[in-house]
């Protein structure tokens, strides 16, 4: 079984190679709980089980225009780590080009995430 920072060190490269969907696939719990700073039109701000997460992640890549990422971490603390994420992306409904900064807090339990809480300043992802 892997151990929380094994958790983190993976879904760190994974993510940084591109591959969100494969991620979720290999470290994230059936019974997974996404919380995020604010409500995402048509989602919601909690969203619970891999489907939900899987159609939040396909909303957020057809809905904005990704030029390019970095993903820095795991910093972990006992069962949890953060990732830091940075995305240079335009949202498809306002053509404005931004970044992003975020921090996601993922709790590991039986070798699986099992809640990723993100963290980020409204004004940047409105």
């Given at each position: 079984?892997?151990?929380?920072?094994?958790?983190?060190?993976?879904?760190?490269?994974?993510?940084?190679?591109?591959?969100?969907?494969?991620?979720?696939?290999?470290?994230?719990?059936p019974n997974i709980v996404s919380v995020e700073a604010?409500?995402?039109?048509?989602?919601?701000?909690?969203?619970?089980?891999?489907?939900?997460?899987?159609?939040?992640?396909?909303?957020?890549?057809?809905?904005?225009?990704?030029?390019?990422?970095?993903?820095?971490?795991?910093?972990?603390?006992?069962?949890?780590?953060?990732?830091?994420?940075?995305?240079?992306?335009?949202?498809?409904?306002?053509?404005?080009?931004?970044?992003?900064?975020?921090?996601?807090?993922?709790?590991?339990?039986?070798?699986?995430?099992?809640?990723?809480?993100?963290?980020?300043?409204?004004?940047?992802?409105?």
């Amino acid at each position: 079984m892997m151990s929380a920072m094994e958790i983190g060190k993976e879904l760190v490269k994974l993510c940084q190679q591109g591959k969100n969907p494969e991620a979720i696939d290999k470290l994230y719990s059936p019974n997974i709980v996404s919380v995020e700073a604010a409500a995402m039109p048509n989602i919601g701000q909690t969203q619970q089980g891999i489907e939900a997460i899987k159609g939040k992640n396909t909303w957020w890549m057809e809905n904005h225009e990704v030029h390019g990422g970095e993903v820095k971490g795991p910093y972990p603390n006992g069962d949890q780590f953060i990732a830091h994420f940075t995305y240079d992306v335009t949202p498809k409904h306002t053509g404005k080009r931004m970044t992003m900064d975020e921090m996601g807090l993922y709790t590991v339990e039986n070798g699986k995430i099992t809640k990723e809480q993100f963290f980020y300043s409204m004004g940047e992802c409105s």
